[in-house]
């Protein structure tokens, strides 16, 4: 079936330096791509929604020049996490609507757990 | 506007017994209802899913939902709990105008005792 991979699964990072986090369709073609947030031990929260070819719609309460999303392929959206900080250690998820799933079937990558020291 | 409750944070069965996880939702348009698990460090994968029809579904791994609208319920249901049955799960809803962007339930935590 359809997957989303994502890379890296870990990755751990100085204070104040900037991830970059991978998500791919494989297999499909994404023209929407989600990126959600998860605290440990807490629910999913939608942090923001990457659009093939144009900006991406973010969330309230997320600063969008703290996260930046890119979505340049239809197979392939990043996350930017800029001058991370122990805060935003974190689960990050990435999903994606597969076309031959049904209606708003949602496939979800494995995630990339950020530590930030 | 979209939300879900999800009764109870951690539910504890023994192996064998009947798992029942509850979910209650608020949409102001029709729903689409889904019931996802996640494994540590993993993503989440799709149990079942209710958008229109049948009201009891089926799922993978011996899950089932009933969605029930007078009680804008989606409780998850399995007759007899597996040890593998462990993980945490989460209830989520969308709609026909929300596209495709999933409201989550705060996640129940499955133990299973042999």
């Known amino acids: 079936g359809a997957v989303v991979s994502q890379h890296p699964s870990w990755v751990i990072c100085k204070s104040g330096t900037s991830v970059k986090i991978e998500c791919r369709s494989l297999d499909f073609q994404a023209t929407t791509m989600f990126w959600y947030r998860q605290f440990p031990k807490q629910s999913l929260m939608l942090m923001a929604t990457s659009n093939e070819g144009s900006k991406a719609t973010y969330e309230q309460g997320v600063e969008k020049d703290k996260f930046l999303i890119n979505h340049a392929s239809l197979t392939l959206s990043t996350l930017t996490v800029t001058s991370a900080h122990p805060e935003d250690s974190s689960f990050y998820i990435c999903?994606?609507?597969?076309?031959?799933?049904?209606?708003?079937?949602?496939?979800f990558g494995a995630g990339s757990r950020l530590t930030v020291l | 506007a979209q939300s879900v409750t999800q009764l109870g944070s951690h539910v504890s069965v023994s192996e064998g017994a009947l798992v029942l996880l509850r979910c209650n939702y608020s949409?102001?348009?029709?729903?689409?209802l889904f019931w996802y698990v996640q494994y540590p460090n993993q993503g989440l994968q799709l149990l079942l899913k209710?958008?229109?029809?049948?009201?009891l579904v089926k799922g993978i791994n011996g899950f089932e939902a009933e969605f029930k609208k007078s009680e804008t319920s989606f409780h998850l249901t399995k007759p007899s709990a597996h040890m593998s049955d462990a993980a945490e799960y989460f209830c989520a809803v969308t709609g026909l105008a929300a596209g495709n962007k999933l409201t989550f339930g705060g996640g129940t935590r499955v133990l299973v005792k042999p």
């Open positions: 209710y958008t229109t029809g049948a009201t």
């Open positions: 949409s102001s348009v029709p729903p689409y």
């Open positions: 999903s994606a609507s597969v076309p031959s799933s049904g209606a708003n079937v949602l496939t």
